[in-house]
């Protein structure tokens, strides 16, 4: 019997011990999250593939091309909200803070101030794992309570292991086939983020951007960028963002109903001339599918999406 109580409170000393273990680490460390996610189904998909996908909820790819890509396919454009506004708002968002996650109140007065609503703040969303790593440990070191889908999406970059900030690699989203968005623009949407993602996760692709945005802009039409994009309500102080956006929209966005050059002051024969000196000089890539004169041989499936 002696034996029994002395072995009962060893093991009783030994809870307590990790108990207050846990409780010293939650102290430095922030809240801890206990997460029941299974794990996530993914597989590899191509341009057209994805976005023939119909997703019951939230759908995983590996963009086949650039396997550093995740994108998300969503059921709803809510359901994209609820997990990514909150990122967009500490990424890319004037207005909001740079340095922590915003409140639910901050992000809704925000997107009210936008004249949107909380489907619409974004149609597309588009984060390097960078920055994606920096949004959870804001959140932890501050003691932010995550949404469910937000500790949806930490649960997928702990499964595929990009929970560090060495890793090169980008996260971009769509939302489904029933989201008020016609075939052409979905179209144009992805390629649009998909554009984002090899900025993110290309190095080279990378460079030759910021070497195009020096170089063959005038600083005239680069001011007009910087203009047109704070208008929509982009944080313009963060020129990498500029620059990453500047290549989306001016190569990688055919629908006139989300850009066009004329929108910022440019004419359409200088819109043409950048485009074209953009696509002959740039890197080896799958994005050079987009050039007229691409070979097939580099191109397995050259997007084509009609009416």
């Known amino acids: 019997m002696r034996n029994k109580i002395r072995v009962g409170l060893i093991v009783l000393a030994g809870i307590f011990g990790v108990s207050l273990t846990l409780?010293?680490?939650?102290?430095?460390?922030?809240?801890?999250?206990?997460?029941?996610?299974?794990e996530i189904p993914m597989r590899m998909a191509t341009e057209t593939e994805i976005l023939n996908d119909q997703p019951a909820d939230v759908d995983v790819f590996r963009f086949d091309y650039n396997p550093n890509i995740l994108v998300l396919t969503f059921a709803t454009l809510q359901a994209q909200g609820h997990m990514?506004?909150?990122?967009?708002?500490?990424?890319?968002?004037?207005?909001?803070?740079?340095?922590r996650v915003a409140t639910n109140p901050e992000l809704n007065a925000a997107i009210k101030a936008e004249g949107v609503t909380e489907d619409t703040f974004y149609y597309g969303h588009d984060y390097?794992?960078?920055d994606l790593v920096r949004f959870f440990?804001?959140?932890?070191?501050?003691?932010?309570?995550?949404?469910?889908e937000e500790e949806w999406l930490r649960a997928l970059l702990r499964q595929v292991g990009w929970m560090q900030t060495s890793t090169l690699g980008a996260v971009i989203s769509i939302p489904g086939p029933d989201a008020p968005?016609?075939?052409?623009?979905?179209?144009?949407?992805?390629?649009?983020?998909?554009?984002?993602?090899?900025?993110?996760?290309n190095r080279q692709y990378a460079a030759f951007v910021s070497r195009f945005w020096m170089t063959a802009l005038t600083e005239h039409e680069r001011s007009l960028f910087r203009a047109y994009l704070a208008a929509i309500g982009y944080r313009i102080s963060n020129e990498d963002l500029v620059i990453n956006e500047m290549q989306a929209y001016l190569i990688y966005t055919p629908d006139s109903r989300l850009?066009?050059?004329?929108?910022?002051?440019?004419?359409?024969?200088?819109?043409?001339?950048?485009?074209?000196?953009?696509?002959?000089?740039?890197?080896?890539?799958?994005?050079?599918?987009?050039?007229?004169d691409a070979p097939a041989v580099e191109c397995r499936f050259p997007l084509e999406v009609r009416p």
């Open 128 to 130: 390097s794992i960078v």
């Open 84 to 99: 990514l506004n909150r990122v967009a708002g500490l990424v890319e968002k004037a207005g909001l803070p740079p340095d």
């Open 181 to 201: 968005t016609d075939v052409m623009m979905r179209a144009a949407i992805l390629r649009h983020e998909l554009a984002h993602g090899e900025y993110f996760s």
């Open 23 to 38: 409780w010293l680490v939650s102290q430095a460390l922030g809240p801890i999250y206990f997460e029941y996610v299974s």
């Open 137 to 148: 440990a804001l959140a932890s070191r501050d003691h932010v309570a995550l949404t469910k």
């Open 259 to 292: 850009f066009t050059p004329g929108v910022l002051g440019l004419s359409e024969g200088r819109s043409v001339s950048l485009r074209t000196m953009f696509l002959n000089d740039m890197p080896h890539g799958w994005l050079l599918c987009l050039r007229p």
